[in-house]
């Protein structure tokens, strides 16, 4: 049975979000300040589960059953929806979350599977079509701002190629990457984890004004080459080189620079790559950046439990309730939840029997995805499985629906086209957008 949506959260709320924001620094009065403005964008943020997380020991549990495993279920702030003991941060904002318990697609291989959730296509035909994040970069994108329309932190292996890739949109639209320096601190560590963008900062010896001056002797120098030697390859080139000259500018190398932070706010996201990349996208948002996409399981496949599932699903659901709930917590507190849409998903869900190994096997029969925020009418579940979790009973949603959705959230229309190099008009999604979920 689906539950229905909570209430939204209406004026007085963000009223008294600004209000509580007195007691903080300048900058969220400023960003609650700008997310009341009727006319800013929305940004999304992708959570990106790599290896494909375990519904059945998330939003979908089934306790009694043979199939439920060993975690137990939590109530939450939404009577009648619970979902994993593990998400204690989480279970508190359940009136923000709709849990898409009918996902059902048709990849079962990890490549294979995160393509077609990144760009709704199955990989293998002739054309290269661009990811959703280089879509509604595209569609969202502020021409005036020196940082990328879309970024991708700690992105996994899997993601480096086709997956992130902006396709026949062009370079203009490629993920700009933040990635883990150095070794990861462990589980118990008091170690934080260093992430950044390579190369941001001025060589010693230069200062502004000389590099200003070497990036005009360079611009006209390609501007000549490029009236000589017009190609998609010469061009591509200097679009990819203009988006590093904007990253170095002071003020969008200063939207990276997790040191601003105190460390209380840094420990309150979790010290791991998942938590500090959550932190970034908050930061990232507050510059107006649209999309913004962070791994978790990038190091390797982590959600990838054919063996001793329930240890690393623990770990993991702890690291990622942490993270996730203190982004929702501080996007709120400035104004900013209500015109940022976050998702939640992987490339497939996990078998509900467990198998020899005590793990769970590749299954994208029927499995969870996650909205909130912005746009989304929180505090339900859409979808159904059945007892034992094998197949979907009610609201089977395949993927061009979910990106639909997503794209409705954030104030785009799935059915706008780009057109291929060969002038074919494509859609960014050719589903349905689920209007139960969206407010």
């Given amino acids: ?83 994993s003991e593990h998400f204690a941060g989480l279970a508190k904002q359940a009136d923000k979350l709709a849990i898409m318990r009918g996902m059902s697609t048709r990849e079962g291989d990890h490549l294979r599977g995160t393509y077609l959730m990144h760009t709704g296509q199955r990989p293998g035909g002739p054309l290269n079509y661009p990811s959703i994040g280089a879509s509604l970069s595209k569609a969202l994108e502020h021409n005036q701002s020196t940082l990328p329309s879309y970024v991708a932190v700690n992105p996994s292996g899997l993601l480096n190629g086709s997956a992130l890739s902006p396709g026949f949109l062009g370079p203009r639209y490629a993920a700009a990457t933040v990635g883990a320096r150095g070794t990861p601190p462990g589980e118990g560590s008091e170690a934080m984890a260093d992430l950044g963008v390579d190369f941001l900062s001025l060589p010693p010896g230069i200062d502004t004004k000389r590099q200003d001056a070497r990036l005009a002797l360079w611009k006209d120098q390609q501007n000549q080459f490029l009236a000589r030697h017009p190609s998609g390859a010469a061009e591509a080139q200097a679009t990819i080189f203009q988006s590093a000259v904007k990253m170095m500018h002071p003020d969008a190398a200063s939207a990276f620079d997790l040191s601003q932070e105190t460390t209380q706010v840094r420990e309150s996201y979790g010290r791991g790559t998942f938590g500090q990349g959550c932190l970034i996208a908050r ?82 029969d029927a499995w969870t995805c996650v909205l909130a925020g912005g746009g989304i009418a929180g505090g339900q579940a859409y979808g159904k499985t059945d007892e034992a979790g094998q197949e979907v009973t009610e609201g089977k949603t395949e993927v061009q629906d979910l990106l639909a959705t997503l794209c409705r959230a954030v104030g785009v229309d799935p059915a706008t086209e780009h057109f291929s190099p060969q002038a074919r008009p494509i859609k960014i999604s050719e589903g349905h957008s689920i209007d139960q979920v969206l407010a």
């Fill in 283 to 364: 930061r990232l948002v507050e510059r107006d950046v649209p999309f913004v996409e962070v791994t978790l399981g990038g190091n390797g496949l982590g959600w990838d439990t054919h063996q001793g599932n329930f240890p690393a699903v623990e770990r993991l659901s702890k690291e990622l309730d942490q993270g996730w709930s203190t982004l929702m917590r501080e996007l709120e507190e400035r104004g900013l939840l209500e015109t940022t849409t976050i998702c939640w998903m992987g490339e497939f869900g996990r078998t509900p029997s467990i198998n020899n190994s005590a793990g769970r096997d590749h299954f994208p």
């Fill in 1 to 83: 049975m689906n539950i229905l949506p909570q209430s939204r959260r209406r004026f007085l709320q963000t009223t008294a979000g600004l209000l509580g924001a007195a007691s903080c620094s300048w900058l969220p009065q400023l960003a609650a300040a700008a997310g009341a403005d009727p006319n800013r964008k929305r940004s999304c943020i992708v959570l990106w589960m790599a290896g494909g997380p375990t519904q059945t020991d998330t939003f979908d549990m089934k306790p009694g059953h043979a199939n439920g495993g060993e975690f137990k279920e939590t109530e939450t702030n939404v009577p009648g929806l619970r979902f």
